[in-house]
């Protein structure tokens, strides 16, 4: 499974930016899908998170009314839209593929397949 992000970029705080994640090989409908946000020597945690149905949504807490994540499931697209963006929110971020098909996976060790990472950088 090869995830493609795209997306990042700069922003200024304040603003908003949406980052979209496909596959080539792979219906993204199989599976849970994921974002999580690395900064260089901390941990890769997550973001927000998505089941396969589509029914369950998980948001991390400090992202909460700000993000909003979504798939489109006719162009085999899965989005994270960001708004009113933060300095806190630079970060490298990384779609991810969970076979795991019961809710929202939080846990980065219950994903199977990562994408390369976009880098978001908040800056005025």
């Known amino acids: 499974v090869h995830l493609v992000e795209s997306g990042g970029g700069f922003v200024r705080p304040g603003g908003s930016m949406r980052l979209s994640c496909t596959a080539s090989d792979v219906a993204l409908d199989d599976y849970g899908m994921g974002w999580f946000r690395q900064v260089p020597g901390q941990e890769r945690n997550v973001v927000s998170s998505?089941?396969?149905?589509?029914?369950?949504?998980h948001y991390a807490d400090d992202v909460k009314g700000r993000f909003t994540i979504s798939r489109d499931k006719a162009k085999n697209m899965f989005y994270l839209q960001m708004n009113n963006l933060k300095y806190e929110d630079t970060a490298i971020y990384y779609c991810?593929?969970?076979?795991?098909?019961?809710?929202?996976?939080?846990?980065?060790?219950?994903?199977?397949?990562w994408g390369q990472g976009t880098q978001v950088t908040v800056s005025s």
């Open positions: 998505i089941s396969q149905s589509g029914l369950s949504t």
């Open positions: 991810a593929a969970s076979s795991d098909k019961f809710g929202a996976i939080t846990a980065a060790r219950l994903y199977d397949y």
